[in-house]
Structures are given as structure tokens and as C-alpha cells.
């Protein structure tokens, strides 16, 4: 099997491409993702004025509606994967040693071996995050060389449908941000230290 995620990503996609069994599965999960995301990366965007300004800059200067101007919206696009790292939704992912190996010097890994991996844990480990572990930070981002993260899963087991997903999210959002400016009346939300939970079915904004 090939990687159909990298080849939906980068537009090499063929006849013989096995992803139409998963295209059913990605309209399914669509209507989950407009309703949590978009609810949860408004909030984030309500609370951090000056995000909101820099999105709706962006969402002005990227021009009309269409495919092009969507995915020239890299700043909304870091919002969004800002608002999923701090509130990932899938925290564990299932993988398998290729080979032996030792964990952290200290843990040996035998081939095979099954291993379970927190990728919420990991979002929020200062040890990798530094000050913007707890923190909303789409500038970060944006800047480069922030550290990876793992909100769509990676490699063989990304998720192939990631493309179109994060399309739907921002073009949703720079619908709803283009001509209305966000004030989150409640719960507050701390800048200094993201909650690691939010109940999204009471945001009024």
C-alpha cells in the first residue's frame, strides 16, 4: 500500500490509489470536525485579539472565496493546528517497532513490539513546547522551526484525508471571520494557561 496521505497532500494521487474506501469515512467525520473545530478555534481566536486582527488581515488581503485564496490562509491553517494540538482529538496513536531500538538510553524496544504514544501528552511537554506548551501560539508557527506535531497522525499512518479537512476548516472560518469580528462571552479562557479541556456545546460567542 502506498502512502495515499502524502500523495492527496501533494497532488500525485493515480487511478490506482487506494483511498475511494476512506473518501465515505472523511464526509462522515466532516461534520464532527466544522462543529468542534471551528467552535473551539473561534474561541482561541476570540481571546487573543491580536490573532483575530492578523487572521482577518489575512482573510481580507487573500481575496475572495475560491480554492486559491483559501490556501493562501497559512496563518488561519496555524491557527487550526494550533487549536488541535492544544486540544488534540485523537491523544493516543498505536504504532510498531520496525526494529530494536532503546528508549531514552535506558528502555530496550524489541522489533515488533507494540507501542502506545500520548501525542496529547506531548503537545503539552514544556520539554519540547517550552513557554508555548500551555499557550495559544499560531506565530510560533508561522515562524518555522516549531516542533512537529501529530494531530493528523504522520507518515504511513497519516491521516489521508488531513488535506481536505483543514480546506473545509479554514474556508469555514474565513467565512464566519471575514466580516465579523469574535468576543467570547464565556468560560473564560486564561492566555497564560489553555485549559486542557473546553466544552465546545456551551461557547457562546
Known amino acids: 500500500l502506498r502512502d495515499s496521505a502524502a500523495l492527496v497532500e501533494n497532488g500525485s494521487t493515480t487511478a490506482v490509489t487506494r483511498?475511494?474506501?476512506?473518501?465515505?469515512?472523511?464526509?462522515?467525520?466532516?461534520?464532527?470536525?466544522v462543529e468542534l473545530h471551528v467552535a473551539r478555534t473561534l474561541a482561541l481566536i476570540a481571546?487573543?485579539?491580536?490573532?483575530?486582527?492578523?487572521?482577518?488581515?489575512?482573510?481580507?488581503?487573500?481575496?475572495?472565496?475560491?480554492?486559491?485564496?483559501?490556501?493562501?490562509?497559512?496563518?488561519l491553517?496555524?491557527?487550526?493546528?494550533?487549536?488541535?494540538?492544544?486540544?488534540?482529538?485523537?491523544?493516543?496513536?498505536?504504532?510498531?517497532?520496525?526494529?530494536?531500538?532503546?528508549l531514552r538510553d535506558a528502555i530496550p524496544v524489541e522489533a515488533?513490539?507494540?507501542?502506545?504514544?500520548?501525542?496529547?501528552?506531548?503537545h503539552r511537554d514544556p520539554r519540547i513546547?517550552?513557554?508555548h506548551a500551555d499557550r495559544f501560539a499560531p506565530d510560533a508557527v508561522v515562524s518555522g522551526g516549531f516542533p512537529d506535531v501529530y494531530v493528523f497522525s504522520a507518515h504511513r499512518q497519516g491521516?489521508?484525508?488531513?488535506?481536505?479537512?483543514?480546506?473545509?476548516?479554514?474556508?469555514t472560518l474565513a467565512g464566519l471571520l471575514r466580516d465579523?469580528?469574535?468576543e467570547l462571552a464565556g468560560p473564560a479562557i486564561e492566555q497564560s494557561r489553555?485549559?486542557?479541556?473546553?466544552?465546545?456545546?456551551?461557547?457562546?460567542?
Open 180 to 182: 465579523s469580528h469574535f
Open 112 to 122: 515488533g513490539r507494540q507501542l502506545l504514544i500520548h501525542a496529547g501528552f506531548h
Open 47 to 75: 481571546v487573543h485579539p491580536d490573532v483575530q486582527q492578523r487572521v482577518r488581515e489575512e482573510i481580507r488581503t487573500a481575496g475572495g472565496a475560491n480554492g486559491q485564496a483559501i490556501d493562501r490562509l497559512h496563518y
Open 129 to 131: 513546547f517550552g513557554a
Open 19 to 33: 483511498v475511494p474506501a476512506q473518501a465515505g469515512f472523511w464526509l462522515f467525520v466532516l461534520k464532527d470536525a
Open 194 to 205: 489553555i485549559p486542557y479541556l473546553y466544552d465546545h456545546f456551551n461557547l457562546p460567542l
Open 77 to 102: 491553517e496555524a491557527c487550526i493546528v494550533e487549536q488541535l494540538r492544544l486540544w488534540t482529538p485523537v491523544p493516543l496513536l498505536m504504532r510498531r517497532a520496525m526494529r530494536a531500538f532503546t
Open 159 to 171: 491521516c489521508a484525508g488531513r488535506s481536505l479537512v483543514m480546506f473545509v476548516l479554514k474556508a
